[in-house]
T-cell receptor
Framework: AQSVTQLDSQVPVFEEAPVELRCNYS??????LFWYVQYPNQGLQLLLK??????LVKGINGFEAEFNKSQTSFHLRKPSVHISDTAEYFC??????????????FGKGTLLTVNP | ETGVTQSPTHLIKTRGQQVTLRCSSQ?????VSWYQQALGQGPQFIFQ???????GRGNFPPRFSGLQFPNYSSELNVNALELDDSALYLC???????????FGQGTRLTVV
């Protein structure tokens, strides 16, 4: 079964600084990976996804992530953060097989706090 | 195209009571999944419904049950509520052959 680990529970940064949120996965089969963002008191919004193809994935709000098979990582990056990026970020991967039988396994989340 | 909508947004129940949460899936989606997100944790998979049939279940007791209707909307029912059931309940819909799940805003359940 596939699992994901988010290595940092909290990441504080200053506005306009770069940020990297780390995610490692475990799997011996084909890998699909996702990053979701959750703003306070809201549901989850998909930031980006890796299904296949290019290992550098670009998402919304200027975020990108790189799939690294040798390091089993899918770290999320943004070159310059804004106050509005303050939120909880979740790495997720589907478990199950075929068709619609995909349930998502989430990491525990990383709280990104952007300070002025 | 409407997104995933959940109702109610908040509710408070007493321990031992029963609760029903509702979810309308995104247009064209026939798969609905439910997740429980306790405070400070990532979402945990409860179960998934595909074309009105349960299609996978997480590690939750039988007092968590669900339904999916012909229009692919869904309900989550929880019986004999416990204090630990207090959480944000998230519904997600997806197309049958697509792994991308679209989430609703969630229902915040507080059990007192």
């Amino acid at each position: 079964a596939q699992s994901v680990t988010q290595l940092d529970s909290q990441v504080p940064v200053f506005e306009e600084a770069p940020v990297e949120l780390r995610c490692n996965y475990s799997s011996s089969v084909s890998v699909y990976l996702f990053w979701y963002v959750q703003y306070p008191n809201q549901g989850l919004q998909l930031l980006l996804k890796y299904l296949s193809g290019s290992t550098l994935v670009k998402g919304i709000n200027g975020f990108e992530a790189e799939f690294n098979k040798s390091q089993t990582s899918f770290h999320l990056r943004k070159p310059s953060v804004h106050i509005s990026d303050t939120a909880e970020y979740f790495c997720a991967a589907p478990t199950g097989s075929g068709g619609s039988n995909y349930k998502l396994t989430f990491g525990k989340g990383t709280l990104l706090t952007v300070n002025p | 195209e409407t997104g995933v909508t959940q109702s109610p947004t908040h509710l408070i129940k007493t321990r031992g009571q029963q609760v029903t949460l509702r979810c309308s899936s995104q247009s064209g989606h026939n798969t609905v999944s439910w997740y429980q997100q306790a405070l400070g944790q990532g979402p945990q998979f409860i179960f998934q419904y595909y074309r009105e049939e349960e299609n996978g279940r997480g590690n939750f007791p039988p007092r968590f049950s669900g339904l999916q209707f012909p229009n692919y909307s869904s309900e989550l029912n929880v019986n004999a509520l416990e204090l630990d059931d207090s959480a944000l309940y998230l519904c997600a819909s997806s197309a049958a052959l697509n792994t991308e799940a679209f989430f609703g805003q969630g229902t915040r359940l507080t059990v007192v």
